[in-house]
């Protein structure tokens, strides 16, 4: 599959659970596809998927990227040795356990835009994906990653939300940028965290796969005692969900 990479990002309102649902389709794609080079892409910069899949940070993107350009002048920082450079050095720092490389793009308390980085990872992503089958990314909050052509190679986009208003705007705004700036295959509604069941749901996209999730409580005390999510019952709700979101976009 080198070259055809399933590029899958899942993004959404901040605090409506994504970062589980990508750390579940990680786990997912490692037990239905042993063979296969899954990676898994933390480009939130709160840095949760990481415990999510009990993964090292080791080094980060921005870390490879400040190292590589400093001292470069700045006709040279973009040039493509610099990003071989880079992917060396990449592949090397990258945490591989459980079927699945991992990597970071910043450290939680990195501070300042994050405008750089966001140019850097959407050439890095690109250049990654012929070394995989599967990419899983856990993209920041919001709208910015898209906006910002930093989703622009992916296949696959998951919208996570809430049962809320907001989320479920920020969705649609989300899917407004992406059909502009995204060159994505397939595209599915994820409503995460499902507690009011009598209140009836309906997809603001009816052409699209619309997948809900009920609140999971093992997936809560495996929050609270900062297990992965490897270590959640094959039956789990969430683990049903990674399920059901992967059949719905054919992966």
């Known amino acids: 599959m080198e070259g055809n990479a399933k590029v899958i990002a899942v993004t959404g309102k901040g605090g409506v659970g994504k970062t589980s649902l990508a750390a579940a389709l990680v786990r997912r794609l490692t037990e239905r596809y042993p063979e296969a080079k899954v990676l898994a892409i933390d480009a939130d910069p709160a840095v949760g998927l990481a415990t999510a899949l009990d993964a090292e940070v080791k080094e980060t993107l921005d870390d490879i990227r400040l190292e590589i350009t400093d001292g470069v ?3 040279l920082k973009e040039t493509q040795d610099i990003l071989s450079e880079a992917k060396f050095r990449i592949l ?7 079927g699945f490389a991992f990597v970071a793009i910043v450290r939680p308390e990195s501070s300042g835009c994050y405008c750089a980085i966001n140019s850097y990872l959407r050439d ?3 250049m990654l994906a012929g070394q995989f089958d599967y990419v899983v990314i856990d993209g920041e909050a919001g709208i910015e990653q898209v906006n910002r052509r930093v989703m622009e190679q992916v296949t696959h986009l998951l919208l996570v939300t809430d ?4 989320g479920m705007q920020v969705i649609q705004t989300i899917k407004e940028v992406a059909d502009r700036l995204v060159m994505y295959e397939k595209l599915g509604v994820a409503v995460n965290r ?4 009598v ?9 699209e796969p619309f997948i809900q999730i009920k609140n999971d409580e093992a997936q809560i005390v495996n929050d ?8 959640l019952p094959e039956d789990s709700l969430l683990m049903k969900g990674a399920d059901e979101i992967l059949e719905a976009l054919k992966l």
């Open 194 to 197: 499902i507690t009011q069941t």
């Open 163 to 166: 049962q809320s208003r907001k």
């Open 199 to 207: 209140i009836p749901m309906e997809s603001p996209f009816p052409d």
């Open 224 to 231: 609270i005692q900062g297990k992965s999510v490897f270590e």
């Open 73 to 75: 002048s700045e006709k």
């Open 124 to 126: 890095v992503i690109s």
């Open 92 to 98: 090397d720092m990258m945490d591989e356990k459980n």
